[in-house]
C-alpha cells in the first residue's frame, strides 16, 4: 500500500515515461485534468456503472492531484500535509462549515 509520497514518486515516473507536461506551467492542465476526472466519477456514479469503474475514475482524479501538488511544490511531503491536516479537521467542531444550515434552519 503506498503512502501519498510513493504514489507521487509513481505518478511522476509514469508522466515522464509516458511524456506527459512536467513543468510548474503545466499546473492548470493539472487541475482542470483533476476537475474532468472528477466530472467523469460523478457520470459514473449517475449512469449506475459498476462502483469499481467509478471508483477507478476517483483515482484518476488522484493521479492528477499527486501530480500537480509535485509541481507546485516538489519540496511538499504530502503524508506529512494530510496528517497535519487531518489533525486540524479533527479538531474543529461537528459538521465544520456547514454554518448555512443554522440560517436554513435544518
Ligand atoms: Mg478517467
Do not use: C, H, Q
Not at 510513493?6 to 505518478?11: G, N, P, S
Not at 513543468?23 to 487541475?31: D, G, H, I, Q
Not at 485534468?33 to 449506475?48: M, P, Q, R, T, V
Not at 454554518?99 to 435544518?106: C, H, I, Q
Request: aromatic content about 10%.
Amino acid at each position: 500500500m503506498p503512502t501519498f509520497e510513493e504514489a507521487k514518486r509513481k505518478v511522476a515516473e509514469l508522466v515522464v515515461a509516458k511524456g506527459f507536461g512536467n513543468t510548474a506551467r503545466e499546473v492548470p492542465n493539472k487541475l482542470l485534468f483533476a476537475f474532468i476526472e472528477l466530472g467523469e466519477a460523478g457520470d459514473s456514479w449517475k449512469k449506475g456503472k459498476p462502483p469499481g469503474e467509478t471508483i477507478e475514475e476517483l483515482i484518476d482524479v488522484i493521479f492528477y492531484v499527486l501530480d500537480a501538488s509535485r509541481l507546485i511544490d516538489p519540496r511538499a511531503n504530502l503524508d506529512e500535509v494530510f496528517e497535519k491536516k487531518l489533525t486540524k479537521n479533527l479538531a474543529r467542531p461537528p459538521r465544520y462549515g456547514e454554518a448555512f444550515r443554522e440560517k436554513l434552519g435544518s
